[in-house]
């Protein structure tokens, strides 16, 4: 699986957007991004995932780049809930290997 | 909205002793899976489980572990002789399809809380 890169800590204002950005230079054509969140020594939760198209549900957004070297989720309105670490991993869907987390992104919304 | 739910939240035991972590994967899921964090580090994939078998297993899962599907409802951990170093939280997950497929998004439980002493 590609290696992920991400910054280590983003702040952001409650109500704002919040776009937490990752760098997988090295993805290949089946690999797919995956984005979790987890709150404070709680199970990590799925947040969304994509191949090449932007997606959209409920809780976010993810935009990949063309090249596929990056992505972004984006939180439309952050919350004081939304306060976690962010996990971008991407995986090969024909691989039986599971999630490898890395250390991910402290996003701290601010009131 | 249906969940996976783990007990104990937190077990305390002595070192060289057995415990066994529960959880109940959500009902209609077919591969479950365990996962640990310990204090201030990654989480770490443990095992993977499905049609009752191991599918597969990080250089973690060793010996000391075990994984059991005794009914059709619970998914349990077991770890023979507890060190210190197994002190950790240990999440419980399951998914509808497998990590082959497309749509492998998994559910994690809450934790259980393993503190050896």
């Known amino acids: 699986d590609a290696k992920t890169t991400q910054p280590t800590s983003m702040d952001c204002a409650e109500g704002r957007a919040a776009n937490l950005p990752c760098n997988h230079s090295?993805?290949?054509?089946?690999?797919?991004v995956y984005w979790y969140r987890q709150i404070h020594s709680q199970g990590p939760q799925y947040i969304i995932h994509?191949?090449?198209n932007n997606e959209t549900n409920e809780m976010a957004s993810l935009i990949i780049t063309e090249d596929r070297k990056s992505s972004t989720l984006i939180l439309p309105h952050a919350t004081l809930r939304d306060t976690a670490v962010y996990y971008c991993?991407?995986?090969?869907?024909?691989?039986?290997?599971?999630?490898?987390f890395g250390s991910g992104t402290q996003l701290t919304v601010l009131p | 909205e249906p969940e996976v739910t783990q007990t104990p939240s937190h077990q305390v035991t002595q070192m060289g002793q057995e415990v066994i972590l529960r959880c109940v994967p959500i009902?209609?899921?077919?591969?479950f899976y365990w996962y640990r964090q310990i204090l201030g580090q990654k989480v770490e994939f443990l095992v993977s489980?499905?049609?009752?078998?191991?599918?597969?297993k990080s250089e973690i899962f060793d010996d000391q572990f075990s994984v059991e599907r005794p009914d059709g409802s619970n998914f349990t951990l077991k770890i023979r002789s507890t060190k210190l170093e197994d002190s950790a939280m240990y999440f419980c997950?399951?998914?509808?399809?497998?990590?082959?497929?497309?749509?492998?998004?998994?559910?994690f439980g809450q934790g259980t809380r393993l503190t050896v002493v």
């Open positions: 997950a399951s998914s509808l399809q497998g990590a082959r497929q497309v749509n492998t998004e998994a559910f």
């Open positions: 090295t993805i290949s054509g089946n690999e797919y």
């Open positions: 994509g191949l090449k």
């Open positions: 991993i991407v995986r090969y869907s024909g691989s039986a290997r599971q999630l490898t």
């Open positions: 009902s209609n899921h077919l591969y």
């Open positions: 489980f499905y049609n009752n078998e191991i599918s597969e």
